[in-house]
């Protein structure tokens, strides 16, 4: 099995910087490969939306809302992704999730969607 979890998360004010992480790590097994890992988040009476994406490789994808803002990284060695937010704004304030997809661990399982148990951000003055 995989698990995948977030950290980092907190009370900043707005025009603050926090850096979230997101390690993935094999319970019985280790794991061998992570194809996308990804940041989402979900705030009171919305729905979950992505926020960024991160492939093997390094292609990123975001959110138009955080464009410019915020910045999505990892580190394949350690499978963990990180996310560091700049410039934040109540409008952040939410439950940030990571999901790692098509995670190969040794013996060739394969994993799709697996998913953090999130980390709360919230930006109040």
């Known amino acids: 099995q995989v698990q995948v979890v977030e950290s980092g998360g907190g009370l900043v004010q707005p025009g603050g910087s926090l850096r979230l992480s997101c390690a993935a790590s094999?319970?019985?097994?280790?794991?061998?490969?992570?194809?996308?890992m990804g940041w989402y988040r979900q705030a009171p009476g919305k729905q979950r939306e992505l926020v960024a994406t991160?492939?093997?490789?390094?292609?990123?994808n975001y959110a138009d809302s955080v464009k410019g803002r915020f910045t999505i990284s990892r580190d394949n060695a350690k499978n963990t992704a990180y996310l560091q937010m700049n410039s934040l704004k109540p409008e952040d304030t939410a439950v940030y999730y990571c999901?790692?997809?098509?995670?190969?661990?040794?013996?060739?399982?394969?994993?799709?969607?697996?998913w953090g148990q999130g980390t709360l951000v919230i930006v109040s003055s």
């Open positions: 999901n790692a997809d098509r995670v190969v661990v040794l013996g060739g399982g394969t994993y799709f969607d697996v």
């Open positions: 094999g319970s019985i097994v280790p794991i061998i490969n992570i194809y996308g």
């Open positions: 991160i492939t093997r490789g390094g292609t990123t």
